[in-house]
């Protein structure tokens, strides 16, 4: 897993997958989860949208959203995979 850490990203795209952030700021952000192969700690998501696909546990996503700061952040469940939503 790649780690990307400190670093801000702003009005982007994201794939969480395969890659691990730590203290990294996200705003105005789309973030794709369609995986488990992911990890994030003390980030924080400021008007951000996480589209979750069924294969990823929302448990696990909640434990690694505890160390993180969020406003006005919302995960939507998204059955068709993340690249449809984004149609």
Same mark, same amino acid.
């Given at each position: 897993?790649? $780690?990307?850490?400190?670093? /801000?990203?702003?009005?982007?795209?994201?794939?969480?997958?395969?890659? =691990?952030? !730590?203290?990294? @700021?996200?705003?105005?952000?789309?973030?794709?989860?369609? %995986?488990?192969?992911?990890?994030?700690?003390?980030?924080?998501? #400021?008007?951000?949208?996480? $589209?979750? %696909? /069924?294969?990823?546990? *929302?448990? =696990?996503? @909640? #434990? #690694? *959203?505890?160390? !993180?700061?969020?406003?006005?952040?919302?995960? *939507?469940?998204? /059955?068709?995979? =993340?690249? =449809?939503?984004? @149609?």
């Amino acid at each position: 897993m790649e $780690l990307i850490q400190d670093q /801000p990203f702003t009005n982007e795209t994201i794939g969480l997958d395969g890659f =691990a952030f !730590c203290r990294c @700021a996200f705003e105005d952000c789309v973030i794709m989860i369609r %995986s488990e192969g992911y990890h994030f700690e003390q980030c924080t998501f #400021r008007n951000v949208r996480i $589209l979750i %696909s /069924p294969e990823v546990s *929302l448990a =696990a996503l @909640a #434990r #690694r *959203l505890v160390s !993180c700061r969020c406003e006005n952040t919302v995960c *939507l469940w998204n /059955p068709e995979g =993340a690249t =449809a939503a984004m @149609a």
